[in-house]
């Protein structure tokens, strides 16, 4: 009996030796990039980290340059956190508050760097959605309608949309286009909340452009699916 288990021992040894022989080359590499990959993702995930205390405590010196309204820390700051952390939050976060607060100082130069570089090397498209109307509105300014419009032609999130719409009828009126102005407000006026202040205001330019706003959704209820029937 001893024997036959001895046998039987030998023959699962044997098939084991046979399997390893075959499979175990492969089965050492995958479990080296799995553990790798396992790493790798650990690391990661500390650099990312380390990455984003550090741009916090840069960003806290960022807003106390604006609260205080030292321009030239302000901008040293920015550019540091622009530099090191552009891909973080952070980074969004301190270039609109820096080009606000230029805006305010009269550095327009400044706050359009600021935004550009925001709607170049964002992480996140609700931050350059929000550097790009900015932007616009700085470009409206100064009759730079052509960079205006530009800067709002990239494709932005739904949310964004209506007020893209918006501004974008805003530099139209300034060049004079009524036309395709009035069209870009009813584009917005149809994507905006009812009640909401944003279509209040631009039911007051689509007044002033001759279009009752009540008659847009009038037509509006009627292309309902509901009504159509």
Same mark, same amino acid.
């Given at each position: 009996?001893?024997?036959?288990?001895?046998?039987?021992?030998?023959?699962?040894?044997?098939?084991?030796?046979?399997?390893?022989?075959?499979?175990?080359?492969?089965?050492?590499?995958?479990?080296?990039?799995?553990?790798?990959?396992?790493?790798?993702?650990?690391?990661?995930?500390?650099?990312?980290?380390?990455?984003?205390?550090?741009?916090?405590?840069?960003?806290?010196?960022?807003?106390?340059?604006?609260?205080?309204?030292?321009?030239?820390?302000?901008?040293?700051?920015?550019?540091?956190?622009?530099?090191?952390?552009?891909?973080?939050?952070?980074?969004?976060? $301190?270039? #609109?508050?820096? &080009?606000?607060? !230029?805006?305010?100082?009269?550095?327009? +130069?400044? *706050?359009?760097? =600021? %935004? /550009?570089?925001?709607?170049?090397?964002?992480?996140?498209?609700?931050?350059?959605?929000? $550097?790009? #109307?900015?932007? &616009?509105?700085? !470009?409206?300014?100064?009759?730079?309608? +052509?960079? *205006?419009?530009? =800067? %709002? /032609?990239?494709?932005?999130?739904?949310?964004?949309?209506?007020?893209?719409?918006?501004?974008?009828?805003?530099?139209?009126?300034?060049?004079?286009?009524?036309?395709?102005?009035?069209?870009?407000?009813?584009? =917005?006026? /149809?994507?905006?909340?009812?009640?909401?202040?944003?279509?209040?205001?631009?039911?007051?330019?689509?007044?002033?452009?001759?279009?009752?706003?009540?008659?847009?959704?009038?037509?509006?209820?009627?292309?309902?699916?509901?009504?159509?029937?």
């Amino acid at each position: 009996m001893a024997k036959h288990f001895d046998l039987e021992e030998q023959e699962q040894l044997d098939q084991l030796k046979h399997f390893w022989a075959r499979y175990g080359l492969a089965i050492t590499w995958l479990l080296i990039l799995v553990l790798g990959a396992f790493a790798a993702w650990n690391g990661y995930q500390f650099w990312e980290r380390r990455q984003s205390g550090q741009a916090s405590a840069l960003y806290d010196e960022v807003e106390r340059a604006a609260q205080s309204g030292d321009v030239a820390l302000l901008e040293r700051a920015g550019a540091d956190i622009r530099d090191k952390y552009r891909r973080t939050t952070y980074a969004s976060q $301190a270039a #609109l508050l820096e &080009a606000r607060v !230029l805006e305010e100082k009269q550095k327009t +130069d400044g *706050a359009r760097a =600021a %935004l /550009s570089w925001l709607i170049d090397n964002g992480a996140d498209d609700g931050y350059k959605a929000v $550097a790009r #109307l900015r932007l &616009a509105a700085l !470009l409206l300014d100064t009759k730079a309608y +052509d960079d *205006a419009l530009k =800067a %709002l /032609s990239a494709t932005v999130p739904p949310a964004f949309q209506p007020l893209v719409a918006d501004r974008r009828g805003d530099v139209l009126l300034s060049q004079g286009k009524r036309d395709e102005a009035r069209a870009e407000f009813q584009r =917005a006026h /149809s994507q905006l909340e009812p009640g909401s202040d944003l279509r209040h205001l631009v039911e007051i330019k689509l007044n002033a452009l001759g279009v009752d706003p009540a008659t847009l959704a009038g037509k509006a209820q009627a292309s309902t699916p509901e009504n159509a029937k």
